[in-house]
């Protein structure tokens, strides 16, 4: 058991804190089942190029999760390289605010709600001293 922290740069760059569990298995324990919970920390994020209109985000925050499966392959003594491949989801609930400006009136920020869900594989290499 053991804490992590990463920089998850999805759609909408977060700073995730999480524990992290592994569980080795097989005749020689080279083979490892392993499994992250935390939470995504928002980071100083802008709206891409694409965008005409200013946007102010408002908050990105929300739950990070990673599972998946590896091999050890043992080097020399007691080091050994690590190659896993997982998925990892992460749910963001922000809330994008749009200036409007109308032609007669006064200008105010429309506010919108999202409750966002990204996933994706992870591929993951690592040396063990």
């Known amino acids: 058991m053991g804490v992590g922290i990463g920089d998850d740069k999805y759609r909408y760059r977060t700073l995730p804190l999480f524990l992290d569990g592994r569980w080795n298995f097989?005749?020689?324990?080279?083979?490892?089942?392993?499994?992250?919970?935390?939470y995504?920390?928002?980071?100083?994020?802008?709206p891409g190029k694409e965008v005409i209109i200013i946007m102010n985000i408002i908050s990105q925050e929300g739950i990070y999760t990673d599972a998946g499966i590896g091999f050890y392959f043992p080097l020399y003594k007691k080091s050994s390289l690590l190659f896993s491949l997982g998925y990892s989801y992460k749910r963001i609930k922000n809330e994008t605010g749009v200036n409007i400006c109308p032609y007669a009136g006064r200008c105010y920020v429309d506010y919108s709600p999202y409750d966002l869900r990204f996933g994706r594989l992870t591929v993951k290499a690592g040396l063990i001293l």
């Open 40 to 46: 995504s920390f928002a980071m100083k994020n802008k």
């Open 26 to 38: 097989g005749e020689e324990k080279q083979r490892v089942f392993y499994g992250d919970f935390g």
